[in-house]
């Protein structure tokens, strides 16, 4: 302690012990040369008055009164000399404050007041005997703690009642030694600041304590195994005596003993303790309850430092914690816990295990791997095993939904976690290529249909934002594109969109997400449609204007630019007379207006409206084209076998044997067939169903679709083939005409930089010879590993 602390004011014993008794009770005489300095300042202030001297004897002093213009003047008259003291004082006075001190020591009454004690050390200190009073006095306090340490050399008591009995005796030393120092002030504030190398009088007696308790090394060890017992109970979960462990440890503290006689034994205890609870209860709890279990530790422990550890032990302790209870099981809970947790969507229990892992090196990186792997192997169960397709996108949208909680709720919003769920997403949807992209395109059709009334608008935006985020994971955009299109085309001309604002709103984040290259012949599907519906207005205008019989029939058409649509196969049939007609004034009239181009119709896109007349009443049937020319049919007979209808409509045998089904064996039975079931056969017969009953009197009968149309599916996917060879030579081309020269593996890797779309080192391959057979590009004769620009 330094010197400067004991110059302030009167310190307590410790943290722990009891500062009540202080010196209030001690009237202390005022310090005469500094009355005396105070006494001359503020003479104008007073006529006469008394000062102290410092043998303690009081001296009137004189005082000059002057006039009252005239400036008061203070003149001291000191002894000549002082008084000679009883050649008996020193042994008289030390054996009156001894008796004091022996008085305090054995807590007994005391025959002398206070400030009779105090003058009387004052005395001695002003008459040279300040050196033999305080080793006096240290010899007298160093016989009592010695008898006081000694005594639990002998005693074979209970360890807690050693522990309370020790901490007695600690707590009577601070409160003895308060009054001890009460009565020796003037000692400690003027001999013992003068001189250096001595202790002050209350660091005195803790320098004594400390003494006898390290030389007596069996007092030591048993104070601490006490102490380390208490606290082992505690942790078993004991009611302990938390004063008493607080009391005792402020003693080691307050004896500077703290660290080498508890602290290290205190860590290596607690590392012993939870190296063993952490080994059997990683086998015996589930991990939710482990990592419970290894909080409450923490909380425990630092609760503990708060209550009577010295906060200097916190770090080494929590530390070995985290080290025996965490770290040393990090793999083992990842292993055993993590899957089990996410596929729970467990998110306090994730929560907790982020925020432990957070105090482990590493912890977090390792969890973030952990966590990568479990989408991918999740995510790959999802997207590979066919059976699923169906449900393949909706689980996709669902899981990157779970999983974005967890980051954003458990995982504290981590940017290292969020771009892990990025590339593990990336890597397990494009583990199956195309079909991704082809289901996500189908699914985008499922909900932007006029049938879909699962969302409102707002839902369905956010629903698109969300597929937008796993279109960005695909590698094969150009496939979902083509089926995008094919079924955008669908809703448009069969009228079957839900919103064209919401189908607006998806062309938008396409073009935004590929850019207007992307996009632009999406967006002329969109402006062929508009351009039609004026197209049709003039058309009726014609139509009414003109001298024909055509006005009993209403016919819609849609222009469309080839290069915009999907391609559609020519199917010729054979189409009402009335009809015909009215397609060759929709030629004559658009050629007129529109020299050079052709148009080519394509019946399977056309749909009708009929007016049929049953014995319950009139009804209209929304029907695609080839349902209306079988049922046209049945005006003129009552019942037609397949072939009948074949030869009169000229439809090809699936595409018929699927309308008729439709209309035969549907929800909507307009036909009734012989023989009854589900599948049409050759030999079938058919008849109009007069009985037909439905309570709707506009009624839509949905042509039956072979399943994903396998046919149209394939198409699809080779033009999409098509169109990735001529993207490829295209950037085979342009790589050698800039390079000139260029070896193979050089190309490759250029091509792979490129092209937007996964392909193989084959098929790569396949298209650089297709180039060389062309002559857009030839071998080195030097070296067949390196190809040359053919200008």
Request: aromatic fraction near 8%; include cysteine; glycine fraction near 4%.
């Amino acid at each position: 302690m330094s010197r400067h602390s004991r110059t302030s004011e009167d310190r307590g014993p410790n943290r722990g012990g009891n500062n009540e008794h202080s010196y209030s009770g001690i009237k202390r005489k005022r310090d005469t040369q500094a009355e005396i300095e105070n006494m001359s300042d503020n003479t104008h202030k007073r006529a006469n008055f008394s000062a102290v001297t410092q043998n303690g004897l009081n001296r009137n002093l004189n005082i000059l009164n002057l006039k009252p213009a005239a400036t008061k003047k203070l003149v001291i008259k000191n002894l000549k000399s002082e008084p000679k003291l009883p050649d008996d004082y020193r042994e008289q006075t030390w054996d009156k404050l001894k008796s004091a001190v022996l008085d305090i020591q054995k807590s007994k009454p005391n025959c002398y007041s206070l400030e009779e004690l105090y003058q009387a050390v004052e005395n001695m200190c002003n008459h040279k005997m300040a050196n033999t009073l305080y080793n006096n006095l240290r010899l007298l306090t160093e016989s009592h703690v010695r008898d006081n340490i000694e005594q639990f050399l002998a005693e074979s008591m209970d360890r807690f009642l050693f522990l309370k009995k020790m901490n007695d005796t600690w707590q009577n030393h601070c409160h003895q030694m308060i009054m001890i120092r009460s009565i020796f002030l003037y000692l400690d504030r003027t001999y013992v600041l003068q001189t250096p190398h001595i202790h002050s009088i209350w660091e005195m007696g803790l320098e004594l304590f400390r003494q006898y308790i390290l030389q007596y090394t069996l007092v030591q060890t048993r104070i601490v195994d006490g102490l380390l017992m208490l606290i082992e109970k505690e942790r078993q979960g004991d009611a302990v005596d938390r004063t008493l462990l607080k009391s005792l440890l402020r003693m080691l503290t307050d004896l500077q003993i703290y660290d080498q006689a508890f602290e290290q034994k205190f860590l290596v205890a607690t590392e012993r303790l939870y190296a063993s609870e952490g080994q059997r209860l990683m086998q015996e709890m589930e991990i939710p309850e482990y990592l419970s279990h290894v909080d409450k530790r923490i909380l425990e422990e630092n609760e503990r430092v708060l209550h009577y550890l010295d906060s200097g032990t916190k770090y080494q302790l929590i530390h070995n914690i985290e080290k025996q209870l965490l770290s040393e099981h990090v793999n083992n809970i990842l292993q055993k816990g993590l899957d089990g947790l996410l596929e729970g969507n467990r998110l306090a229990d994730l929560s907790l295990l982020y925020v432990l892992f957070g105090r482990v090196k590493n912890g977090h990186s390792e969890l973030c791997v952990s966590f990568n792997a479990y989408i991918k192997k999740r995510g790959r169960t999802i997207v590979i095993d066919p059976e699923k397709d169906k449900e393949m996108v909706q689980e996709l949208l669902d899981f990157k939904d779970t999983m974005d909680n967890v980051v954003a709720n458990c995982f504290n919003k981590n940017e290292k976690f969020s771009n892990s769920l990025k590339e593990a997403f990336e890597y397990y949807i494009n583990q199956r290529a195309n079909k991704p992209a082809e289901l996500i395109a189908k699914f985008v059709d499922s909900k932007l249909r006029a049938g879909n009334k699962e969302a409102t608008e707002e839902e369905l935006e956010r629903l698109l934002d969300k597929i937008m985020v796993l279109f960005r994971f695909i590698h094969g955009k150009d496939v979902f594109e083509a089926f995008y299109k094919k079924d955008l085309a669908k809703r448009l001309l069969v009228g079957k969109s839900a919103s064209v604002d919401a189908e607006k709103s998806m062309l938008s984040k396409l073009k935004q997400e590929c850019g207007g290259g992307f996009t632009s012949k999406l967006e002329g599907m969109f402006k062929d449609m508009e351009l039609s519906k004026d197209i049709v207005v003039a058309f009726k205008h014609y139509v009414g204007n003109s001298n024909n019989d055509l006005s009993s029939l209403e016919m819609t058409v849609h222009i469309l630019t080839m290069g915009y649509w999907p391609t559609y196969t020519p199917m010729e049939v054979n189409i009402p007379e009335n009809m015909v007609q009215l397609q060759e004034v929709f030629n004559k009239f658009y050629l007129s207006k529109h020299s050079g181009r052709k148009l080519q119709w394509q019946p399977t896109l056309g749909y009708c409206v009929l007016k049929a007349r049953f014995k319950s009443g009139r009804k209209e049937l929304v029907v695609s084209l080839f349902q209306s020319l079988v049922l046209l049919l049945f005006n003129l007979s009552d019942e037609l076998t397949f072939d009948d209808i074949k030869t009169a409509t000229n439809i090809e045998d699936g595409e018929l044997k699927r309308t008729l089904q439709s209309l035969a064996c549907g929800k909507a039975r307009v036909l009734n067939k012989t023989p009854r079931g589900r599948d049409i056969e050759i030999l079938d017969k058919f008849n109009f169903n007069n009985e037909f009953v439905n309570k709707l009197y506009r009624i839509k009968i949905n042509q039956i679709q072979m399943k994903e149309t396998t046919e149209e599916q394939k198409a699809t996917e080779e033009r999409v083939y098509q169109d990735r060879q001529y993207q490829i030579d295209a950037a085979i081309v342009r790589i050698m005409k800039m390079r000139k020269t260029l070896s193979h593996n050089l190309l490759i890797s250029e091509l792979y930089l490129q092209l937007k779309f996964p392909v193989k080192p084959a098929d790569l391959k396949k298209r650089i010879e297709s180039l060389i057979d062309r002559d857009y590009m030839e071998r080195d004769k030097d070296n067949p590993n390196q190809y040359n620009y053919v200008a």
